[in-house]
Nanobody, 126 residues
């Protein structure tokens, strides 16, 4: 059973940066066999995919609203997934969740991910 623990959230002013971390455990296979990603959910809104990747396939997806500002990256040796968030905007305020699922092609919807972290709050003030 994969377990995911996020950290790194907090409060920041618009234009600032944060780096989220997601430490995983219980992986049956190497990270290259999994799709890993970051989703977020703002109050009253549905959970949306922000940055997703399938290491084994070399595939990466970014939501249009974060493209050029956010970067997803893995550290295979540490079983850790990062989300570097730059030029943060108030509309980035949300709970950010890490997700994982074994895959053979990039998974892009929340329904396709079975393993989730508990979430970390990101608040961006104007």
């Amino acid at each position: 059973q994969v377990q995911l623990v996020e950290s790194g959230g907090g409060s920041v002013q618009a234009g600032g940066s944060l780096r989220l971390s997601c430490v995983g455990s219980g992986y049956t296979y190497s990270l290259s066999s999994y799709c890993l990603g970051w989703f977020r959910q703002a109050p009253g809104k549905e959970r949306e995919g922000v940055a997703l990747m399938y290491i084994g396939g070399g595939s990466t997806y970014y939501a249009g609203s974060v493209k050029g500002r956010f970067t997803i990256s893995p550290d295979n040796a540490k079983n850790t997934l990062y989300l570097q968030m730059n030029s943060l905007k108030p509309e980035d305020t949300a709970i950010y969740y890490c997700a994982a699922n074994q895959c053979t092609t990039l998974l892009t919807t929340r329904w396709q991910y079975n393993f989730w972290g508990q979430g970390t709050q990101v608040t961006v003030s104007s």
